[in-house]
């Protein structure tokens, strides 16, 4: 790959953080604001609101139904809009292994480790402190990292963080959503309607084909999304799996290869006419030469990263805050019981603790066997820092939470979102403070 599209891909990496950074605070201020109103004497009013019905009818079809019952505003956001979610998420899985930090095994061996040790070890703390109980049904609610939150608070300290910590992060944070994903899919499908699961293999299978083909159109595959969409949500598969299958048909390959763009562009600005600055209006040649490029321009960002960075701006501050604002209101006395217990305690326990020990302890172990090495700029401190910043595990384990108790207990549900909230801020106040010790205290030039 040419050294022009790789630094298009690092660039496209550093818009990422940027994103997912400003997504990060705007999560913050959305999950505490979602506690207030669910602990205020609007509570009812808050609660009351997500049972609302949506739809989107044609005749006496309703996209967003389930088994011919209307989804609730809950449902929606859940189902629907966390299908965008994971699409997003699917997309930077697919760029990553493409061309990113998991596209080479030497590459992609340390946080593919870490994550693996990120994983096992809160299920097992998980597990030995709820075994026997109902809780033990939220098994997976620890597992997974989130990147928003951890890379917000990794701004914080500016230029001071090196970027082979960055990377690492994000890294092993991508896995944890393969994970997650893994998870999702085979842990949480109800009983499959096989006629409605094959009918969304068949699309798949078209979509495949259509990016083999060279199958260049945006919307054809949004379009086509959307129905793969609706057969998962009616097979019993989760809906949200259907994002990510989707997210990896998108052609990452570019219509128009960049040195041929830069060739036509070269081209058009040599026969752009002599511009008359006693007029306010192009010539219709002028225009045409305008479109070309413009045309051209189009055509030499691919499919995926188009959609990515697009859907940036969507997931960041529209569904994810808005999910957050839907799944963090838990009423903290008195009401439906939804004060601190078993799970509450496992999920903390398991996000602080396990998460530290388990990226932790499996990086040491794959440097320590010289499987790999730590990347330049890297030390076992902020490691360590790091390794405590895996434990904010919000948007993914709030979801699983979701999956986990939604539709069985009430109580268990307020219960494990308590720990997943408790956690994320103990575990981030906690990497915070260690990497504000052992970071460099001034700016010392790098990025």
């Known amino acids: 790959m040419s050294k022009l599209i790789r630094k298009t891909f690092d660039y496209a990496f550093l818009s990422f953080l940027r994103h997912r950074v400003n997504g990060g605070m705007v999560l913050v201020v959305v999950a505490v604001l979602a506690m207030v109103v669910a602990n205020s004497p609007w509570a009812d009013a808050y609660h009351a609101f997500w049972s609302h019905p949506v739809s989107l009818q044609v005749g006496g079809f309703n996209l967003f139904s389930h088994h011919g019952e209307p989804l609730t505003l809950m449902a929606f956001i859940n189902d629907a809009l966390m299908a965008v979610f994971f699409f997003s998420v699917g997309l930077e899985i697919k760029r990553e292994v493409l061309v990113g930090e998991l596209s080479s095994l030497r590459q992609a061996l340390l946080p593919i480790i870490a994550a ?25 609610i620890p597992m997974a990292t989130d990147i928003a939150f951890s890379l917000g608070v990794l701004s914080l300290f500016g230029r001071r963080v090196p970027l082979s910590l960055k990377i690492f992060l994000t890294a092993f944070a991508v896995v944890d959503d393969i994970g997650g994903i893994l998870v999702i899919a085979f842990g949480y499908t109800s009983h499959l309607a096989a006629g409605y699961l094959w009918a969304a293999v068949g699309v798949l299978a078209v979509l495949v084909a259509a990016n083999r083909m060279r199958v260049m159109s945006r919307t054809f595959y949004c379009l086509a999304g959307i129905v793969v969409w609706y057969l998962f949500l009616q097979s019993g598969v989760h809906a949200t799996i259907a994002g990510v299958l ?17 060739a036509r562009i070269r081209d058009n600005v040599a026969e752009f006419p002599h511009f008359d600055k006693s007029s306010i209006l192009l010539t219709p040649h002028q225009i045409d ?32 805050p808005l999910f957050a604002f839907a ?15 078993p799970a509450t305690y496992a999920v903390a326990v398991s996000l602080v603790l396990g998460k530290f020990a388990g990226i932790y302890l499996f990086t040491w172990l794959a440097v320590r066997s010289g499987a790999t090495a730590l990347p330049q700029g890297m030390n076992w401190r902020n ?32 219960q494990a979102k308590l720990g997943v909230l408790a956690g994320t801020v103990l575990a981030g106040i906690l990497g915070y403070v260690v990497l504000r010790l052992t970071l460099p205290k001034e700016d010392d030039g790098r990025v």
Do not use: W
Not at 383 to 402: R, W
């Open 246 to 262: 989707v997210a990896f048909t998108i052609p990452s390959i570019p219509c128009l290869e960049v040195k041929k763009y830069i």
């Open 116 to 140: 693996v040790g990120g994983m096992i070890v809160p299920v097992l703390i998980y597990f030995l402190m709820t075994a026997g109980s109902p809780a033990a049904k939220g098994l997976a």
């Open 289 to 320: 030469i305008l479109k070309s490029i413009e045309s051209a321009s189009d055509k030499v960002i691919s499919p995926l990263q188009f959609m990515e960075d697009r859907m940036h701006g969507m997931v960041n501050y529209f569904i994810m």
């Open 383 to 414: 490691v360590a820092g790091v390794s405590l910043l895996g434990g904010i595990g919000f948007t993914v384990s709030l979801f699983i939470a979701n999956l986990s108790f939604g539709a069985t207990d009430a109580v268990l549900l307020g």
């Open 327 to 341: 799944n963090a209101g838990i009423t903290l006395a008195g009401g439906d019981g939804a004060m601190a217990g």
